[in-house]
């Protein structure tokens, strides 16, 4: 399988739209951004929605030190309290043992979603409690590898896109997004690259 960043899409992105030339420029091109799939990736997105990857990292460390194995079946066994002793949140404990009650009775199967298409498995992951379309999307580009996905909920992406565009509204940043279609997971690479290296920032997987 042919991987997000790979030097091919990389030049014809930067060859068709001059903000990819000149993050390209600046930073060069970015990372390969790919996680394992499966349980442990999911649940550390699932962590790392609306905080800073330095945080989330932590507190995933803290779990995975807690538990014998970062299994679904240990996951269920914790209270509230140890949770809590983990720095992990009452709203974060429970999307974590939702996904982990998915799998353990057989109603998601995430190595089965290899052989799904987009939708299908956008719905399977957003039926779990706590999985929305932005963890959905990060799950399918760093995980799955999919190659036209755009997290318009992403704040960093936004962020970056109002800087070095015209588009300004998400109806417009949205509308932009079109045209790098069938490549708007590198176009989401190059813009997360630019945001994380600007701001002296590491990238953390």
Sequence with gaps: MDTIANKQDIQKLIREHTVFSFIHS??????EMKRPPGF???SKIILEQQVSLASARAHFERLKAYVPEFKPAYLL?????????????????SYLRSLSSSIINGELDLKGLWELDEPEI???LTQIKGIGNWTADVYLMF??????????GDIAIIHTVKELT???SKEEISALSEHWRPLRSLASFFLWHYYLR????????
């Design 198 to 205: 600007k701001r002296n920032r590491p990238l953390l997987l």
């Design 143 to 152: 995980c799955l590898q999919s190659k036209d996905i755009f997290p318009i």
């Design 26 to 31: 600046t930073y060069g091109p970015p990372p």
């Design 77 to 93: 066994k914790l209270t509230d309290q140890e949770m809590r002793k983990c720095h992990i949140s009452k709203q974060k404990a």
């Design 40 to 42: 442990v990736s999911l």
């Design 122 to 124: 956008r719905r399977q």
């Design 166 to 168: 015209a588009a300004q």
